[in-house]
């Protein structure tokens, strides 16, 4: 099984902070949500390039983090 671990999605939102929707994902894995929140003002700051009127970022999990089910019984 895969760890668990933290990406930050940068995300390109309509005037008023409307309408959002994933513009990238930064291409960094951060070993817990604190770490990744404490990057995000850095983050926002490289990543000014996309065409909309306004930018924002979302910590979100990342890996496994559901167990696969094993089928309990074969039919003959």
Do not use: H, W
């Amino acid at each position: 099984m895969e760890p668990l671990f933290y990406v930050m999605a940068i995300m390109g939102c309509g005037d008023g902070n409307v309408q959002c929707s994933e513009a990238r994902v930064v291409p960094i894995q951060y070993q817990s949500m604190a770490e990744c929140r404490a990057a995000l003002p850095a983050q926002l700051a490289k990543n000014t390039d996309i065409d909309f009127p306004m930018i924002g970022a979302q910590c979100r999990t990342s890996g496994a983090q559901v167990a696969k089910a094993d089928s309990k019984a074969k039919r003959s």
